[in-house]
């Protein structure tokens, strides 16, 4: 099956500092790419939807500028948390679905601890 | 707003035992629904899907859903379960067609007893 890799699969930063989580789809092309957050104990919360070369779409109540997402290639996007503070801690999972598919595959996550 | 909704938000079953986990949402167009396992330290992983056709879907794992378009519903089952399965199961829909954005429910952490 398709795999989505994520890269580090834990971090931890001091507030105030920027960190950057790689995602990438080994074996396909990912024309879709998805950024969940995922709080202990919870359901998955989509971020952003990220398509290869164009701007990411934000969900409701997520900052853009906070968040910055980059997908400038058919197998790799990025997410930055720029300014980290502990309340962005949390565990960021995401996704890459391939052309003329509705199913997402999903990377490992990764755990951010924001100190 | 679209929703889904997982009734279950713990589910306790001793080896052998049938499940049966609801999963229901509000939508009344076209959905494709998912169903989705992480194991513990695991990332997520794809049981089963419906897009169209047969409403009853199997997936791996011995694990079967059916979609009832009449009840919004897509439930999960199992007719045995092993220590194997403890996880959270989390349904997941795609409302519309040509909507890729998944919306999940909150997900059932089932935990079976050996």
């Known amino acids: 099956g398709a795999v989505v890799s994520q890269h580090p699969s834990r971090v931890i930063c001091k507030s105030g500092t920027s960190v950057k989580i790689e995602c990438r789809s080994l074996?396909?092309?990912?024309?879709?790419m998805f950024w969940y957050r995922q709080f202990p104990k919870q359901s998955l919360m989509l971020m952003a939807t990220?398509?290869?070369?164009?701007?990411?779409?934000?969900e409701q109540g997520v900052e853009k500028d906070k968040f910055l997402i980059n997908h400038a290639s058919l197998t790799l996007s990025t997410l930055t948390v720029t300014s980290a503070h502990p309340e962005d801690s949390s565990f960021y999972i995401c996704?890459?679905?391939?052309?003329?598919?509705?199913?997402?595959?999903f990377g490992p996550g990764t755990r951010l601890t924001v100190t | 707003a679209q929703s889904v909704s997982q009734h279950n938000h713990h589910v306790i079953l001793s080896e052998a035992a049938s499940l049966e986990l609801g999963c229901n949402y509000s939508?009344?167009?076209?959905?494709?629904l998912f169903w989705y396992v992480q194991y513990p330290g695991q990332h997520l992983q794809l049981l089963l899907k419906y897009f169209s056709g047969d409403p009853l879907v199997k997936g791996i794992k011995g694990f079967e859903a059916e979609f009832i378009k009449s009840k919004f519903s897509f439930n999960l089952r199992k007719p045995s379960v092993q220590w194997s399965d403890t996880a959270e199961y989390f349904c997941a829909v795609t409302p519309g067609a040509g909507t890729y954005k998944y919306i999940f429910g909150t997900g059932t952490r089932l935990k079976v007893l050996a």
């Open positions: 996704s890459a679905i391939g052309t003329g598919t509705y199913e997402q595959y």
């Open positions: 939508y009344g167009g076209t959905v494709n």
């Open positions: 074996d396909f092309q990912a024309t879709t």
């Open positions: 990220s398509n290869e070369g164009s701007k990411a779409t934000y």
